[in-house]
């Protein structure tokens, strides 16, 4: 996705840049700090995605809008100003963006030029993972990482969502410890084998191959996994006896 940001505030120019480096499929082309240089660099790099600030010297983002509409470039427009919503609808844009624009809130956005891009396309859950043969796939906002079952340590529940602890190899394939997801830790759990992960807690789900150690402190279980030593596991009374009885040393 090949994106033109238009703001006549370098730091707001520089902000969104930033955002949208997140995105690994979404390439910032161009900027420009009025209207006049985003039409002309609208034209001369015929970008996917247009963010344009409404009020800028020269020619507001507005009358960009109506001057491009002939292109198939998609507009967003980026506000400090509510006001200007209907109008800018009015210019058929994609979306609106109220700054200072959240990351959940430009992920959503991401979604929906996508979906506008490939009309007639399945839409993916909202915020679920997907499961493939020996893959999850691992969707936080618009970006979706495929990850196997092997590179899984463990997963645990945070705030509604789900964080994927990868194992050593899932770490040097995907270059960071840790994965976030917007689905929830059972969700997620329900798409993986039974027989790799078991459930240590409510808030925590472990790859039962990535077990090295277990014992017992103050009357709990606990699990230590292979990379994670300084990170050991509690399990909950529940569950410390079906552990016991499918994982052995």
Not at 24 to 51: C, K, N, R, W, Y
Not at 74 to 89: D, I, M, N, Q
Not at 127 to 151: K, M, N, P
Not at 159 to 180: A, T
Request: aromatic residues 6%; contains cysteine; hydrophobic residues 40%.
């Amino acid at each position: 996705m090949r994106v033109l940001i238009a703001d006549d505030e370098p730091a707001a120019r520089r902000k969104l840049s930033n955002m949208l480096g997140e995105f690994a499929f979404v390439e910032v082309v161009a900027q420009a700090q009025d209207g006049e240089s985003a039409l002309q660099q609208i034209i001369e790099h015929q970008p996917d995605v247009a963010f344009l600030d409404i009020e800028m010297p020269e020619m507001t983002g507005m009358e960009v809008a109506q001057r491009t509409a002939a292109t198939d470039v998609h507009v967003v427009f980026v506000t400090a100003y509510e006001h200007f919503a209907v109008k800018a609808f009015d210019t058929q844009a994609v979306d609106y963006l109220l700054k200072p624009v959240s990351a959940s809130r430009l992920a959503r956005c991401i979604e929906r030029i996508e979906r506008s891009a490939k009309p007639g396309m399945p839409t993916p859950d909202e915020g679920h993972d997907h499961q493939t043969a020996g893959h999850l796939s691992i969707r936080h906002g618009a970006a979706v990482r495929i990850v196997e079952f092997d590179h899984i340590a463990w997963l645990e529940s945070v705030q509604g969502y789900c964080r994927v602890w990868l194992s050593e190899s899932g770490q040097s394939v995907h270059h960071q410890k840790s994965l976030i997801s917007d689905s929830s830790l059972a969700q997620t759990y329900s798409l993986l084998p039974e027989t790799q992960f078991l459930r240590a807690s409510r808030s925590a789900i472990v790859n039962s191959e990535q077990i090295v150690r277990h014992w017992t402190a103050k009357r709990q279980m606990m699990l230590m996994l292979k990379g994670f030593e300084d990170q050991p596991i509690p399990v909950s009374r529940r569950n410390a006896s079906l552990l016991r009885q499918r994982w052995t040393v």
